[in-house]
């Protein structure tokens, strides 16, 4: 289906900062919710956050609360999750998902597992390390 690529991962140490981007096209952003997940080795894949269509609705992890930020320009077809205050744990592959809503109150769905996007991007790599 659409083309999803992620960017922005590297190396960075602890305490440090990275901004993560998920670029879409072949489709129009705005009629899509966007989640932000991650895999460590050896764990399941979890959700980090998500924003819906509107941006009046947010969902974070509790590991992350307070320090990631999620936000979207949907006239860009870009979604951004901004990580601050990065530690060890942070270290995985960060994965952007998307999801066409549509019907009553679209704007403000916000969808949080796994099992609710049908559009992944290949996966940025995020190292925390000193």
């Known amino acids: 289906q659409g083309e999803l690529v992620e960017s922005g991962g590297g190396l960075v140490q602890p305490g440090g900062s990275l901004r993560l981007s998920c670029k879409v096209s072949r489709f129009t952003l705005a009629y899509y919710a966007i989640g932000w997940f991650r895999q460590a080795p050896g764990k399941e894949r979890e959700g980090v956050s998500s924003?819906?269509?509107?941006?009046?609705?947010?969902w974070y992890a509790d590991s992350v609360k307070g320090r990631f930020t999620i936000s979207r320009d949907n006239a860009r077809n870009t979604g951004y999750l901004q990580m601050n205050s990065l530690n060890v744990e942070d270290t995985a592959i960060y994965y952007c998902a998307v999801v066409k809503i549509e019907g009553p109150d679209s704007d403000d769905y916000l969808p949080t597992l796994r099992y609710q996007y049908d559009h992944w991007g290949q996966g940025t790599q995020v190292t925390v390390s000193s």
């Open positions: 924003i819906s269509i509107s941006s009046r609705n947010t």
